[in-house]
């Protein structure tokens, strides 16, 4: 199992120039679908970040199969401790069944150093498969989450590029 992720972003000239120093890794280019000028580039290899300003993240658990050339969705969320136990638990339950329909992999993360930040990774055939699922599973982060006035939660989702 991966034990990190690493991603970057920046300019395309830029994030190729960082593909074409490293080919030793399979480093993947997504373009944001919230901004069509966001790109990021994903390093899945495990091994310390070849970015200069990497966002680091430790892989918790894993289910799937990796396919990263699809759609992924990263939901960040800053919870305490108390927060994090239940979130875990929905997690955990979400990994022993089979995957969704279209979802190829999922990944439960905590930003690198700091393990009240939990990400929720996932890959996907589509984006439509995404958002099916997620209308679905709105139970994932608790209304009750919302009343915590620390709580923060955030979606960024990408496209394979190239």
């Known amino acids: 199992m991966i034990k990190k992720i690493s991603i970057t972003f ?4 830029i ?7 490293n080919p030793d890794r399979e480093l ?3 373009d944001a ?5 966001e790109l990021m580039l994903l390093d899945a290899s495990g091994k310390d970040s070849v970015f200069n300003s990497p966002v680091q993240y430790d892989v ?10 699809g759609f992924v969705s990263f939901i960040t969320a800053q919870i305490d401790s108390d927060q994090q136990k239940v ?3 929905r997690v955990n339950r979400l990994m022993s069944n089979p995957l969704p ?3 190829r992999s999922i990944y439960s993360l905590h930003t690198y150093k700091n393990i009240n930040e939990r990400v929720l990774l996932t890959t996907w055939n589509s984006p439509s498969q995404f958002e099916l699922w997620k209308k679905a599973n709105q139970s994932l982060m608790p209304a009750a989450f919302n009343d915590n006035p620390s ?6 989702d990408y496209k394979f590029a190239r």
Do not use: C, Q, V
């Open 151 to 156: 709580f923060y939660s955030h979606e960024s």
């Open 15 to 21: 994030l190729n120039k960082i593909k074409k120093a």
């Open 60 to 69: 918790l658990s894993h289910s799937g199969t990796d396919d990263w050339r």
């Open 28 to 30: 993947i280019l997504y």
């Open 10 to 13: 920046g300019s395309e000239p």
């Open 101 to 103: 329909d279209g979802m």
């Open 87 to 89: 979130f875990d638990a």
């Open 33 to 37: 679908l919230s901004n069509r000028n």
